[in-house]
C-alpha cells in the first residue's frame, strides 16, 4: 500500500504538472524551501509509491503532418473491460485508453488516424476486440492545467478560466475565479437562474473556496474568490462568463 502524501508533496505535484520538462529539483526546492537532494528523494519515493506514474510529451499530432485524432466512447463487458483496455493499446493508432467506472461508455480510446479511412481501420479493430462503439468524434483540443488543490497555499491563479475541454462535441467544462462585482456574485444559483444570469443548460457542478469544496444546490450563494466549475452540453460563450468574472 502506498503511503499517504503531504502538503509538500503536494507541491511537488503541482509544479511537475505545470511543466516537468523545464522544472528541475533545485527549481522545486527552492519554492518549497528544501534542498534539492530531499527533492529528489520526494519525487523517487512518489514513483516507487505509484503517485507519479510517467512523464508524457503532449503531442498535437494535427500539426504532425496533418493526423487526425478521434475520440471513441466504447463499452465493454465489466468483466473484461481491464483485459480489453490493455488489448487495444495493441491497436496500432491507438495512444490512450481510460477505464471509467460506469454502465455504459466505461472505456474511452484516444486513437491517431493519418486519415478518415486509417480511422475507420482503427475503429473496426476495435470492434474485433468485442468492444462496443457507443460514439466518436474528432478532437478538437485538449486544455490541462495542474490540480488548483495542490498549489502553494495562497498562491494566486494566473488566469481566471482554465480548463475548456471540447472532446468531441462533448459538453464543455470551465473553471473559473469569481470576480468582484461579478453579476452572480452574492447571490443563489436560484436567484441567478430567475434572474437570466444563467442561460438553460448550464450547471455549476462543483464551488471550491478555500479549504472547502461544497456541490452546489439552488441555495447555495456565489460569492467572490469562489472556485466554480462549469458545465454545459452546448458550449460556454463570453456572456456565460462574463456573469463570473464582470467582463
Known sequence: MSEGIDEVDEQILYYLTEDARHTSAPDIAEEVELSPPTVRNRIRRLEENGVITGYHAHVNYERADGRL???FICTASATKRQELAQRALDVSGIVNVREIMTGRGDLRIK????????LMRIAQDITDLGIEIDDEGLLHREYFRPYSQFAPRGSQLTSPVTGVAGLAGAADVV??????RAPIAGKTLKQANENGLLSPGILIVRIDRG???ITPSGSTVIQEDDFVTIHSRSGIGDD???VFTGK
Open 111 to 118: 486513437a491517431v488516424g493519418t486519415d478518415t479511412d486509417d
Open 240 to 242: 456565460t462568463l462574463g
Open 69 to 71: 485524432t478521434n475520440l
Open 211 to 213: 479549504d472547502e469544496t
Open 175 to 180: 473553471e473559473v475565479i469569481v470576480k468582484e
